[in-house]
T-cell receptor
Framework: KAGVTQTPRYLIKTRGQQVTLSCSPI?????VSWYQQTPGQGLQFLFE???????NKGNFPGRFSGRQFSNSRSEMNVSTLELGDSALYLC????????????FGNGTRLTVT | DQQVKQNSPSLSVQEGRISILNCDYT??????FLWYKKYPAEGPTFLIS?????DKNEDGRFTVFLNKSAKHLSLHIVPSQPGDSAVYFC????????????FGKGTKLSVIP
């Protein structure tokens, strides 16, 4: 079974631009979550989608948004990029049931200059 | 305020000995507890989990212990191998209707041959 796939792997943008990151979950997984990893803050929850509906959202500004499509693929968008948005963005998918572990992709490394 | 703390940023252990990684939490609502391992430039990989109704779970060389009264979680790796060198994160899950994980900031384990 193929794992979680994230594209692109690396991205360089300038302040003020916007960016869209893509995630394809493990086949059959309907839950997709996004996390931001930075050296200072560690891994922080952005949002979670299940069957195209946002089920939960972390404490991030409205510049961060996401969506999920009917095939469970997900995108996240960051508008008006700031230097502090430079981070590794990780997508994870999960099978049914609480306690079922999240499976992570290898992430998109975003650098904002 | 950090809800999940991994107080040791790093740990060095001799090959063949036991590695013990610790995690403390403050919120009694957490009911699933997971450990992830992360290599540089890769996403976190699920290792082992435990639910709040248990106090121990084993999988090969990995054992997770949960002390709910102390709000303390630990991961034991025995025997430790050089390939275990990585950053280890504890991740906690709580509440119905969401699979959100709250992560510790990680412990970098170095296993010395």
């Amino acid at each position: 079974k193929a794992g979680v796939t994230q594209t692109p792997r690396y991205l360089i943008k300038t302040r003020g631009q916007q960016v869209t990151l893509s995630c394809s979950p493990i086949s059959g997984h309907r839950s997709v979550s996004w996390y931001q990893q930075t050296p200072g803050q560690g891994l922080q929850f952005l949002f979670e989608y299940f069957s195209e509906t946002q089920r939960n959202k972390g404490n991030f500004p409205g510049r961060f948004s996401g969506r999920q499509f009917s095939n469970s693929r997900s995108e996240m968008n960051v508008s008006t990029l700031e230097l502090g948005d430079s981070a590794l963005y990780l997508c994870a998918s999960q099978g049914q049931g609480r306690g079922s572990p999240l499976h992570f992709g290898n992430g998109t490394r975003l650098t904002v200059t | 305020d950090q809800q999940v703390k991994q107080n040791s940023p790093s740990l060095s252990v001799q090959e063949g000995r036991i590695s013990i990684l610790n995690c403390d939490y403050t919120n009694s609502m957490f009911d699933y507890f997971l450990w992830y391992k992360k290599y540089p430039a890769e996403g976190p990989t699920f290792l082992i989990s435990i639910s709040s109704i248990k106090d121990k779970n084993e999988d090969g060389r990995f054992t997770v212990f949960l002390n709910k009264s102390a709000k303390h979680l630990s991961l034991h790796i025995v025997p430790s191998q050089p390939g275990d060198s990585a950053v280890y994160f504890c991740a906690l899950q709580s509440g119905a209707g969401s699979y959100q994980l709250t992560f510790g900031k990680g412990t970098k384990l170095s296993v010395i041959p």
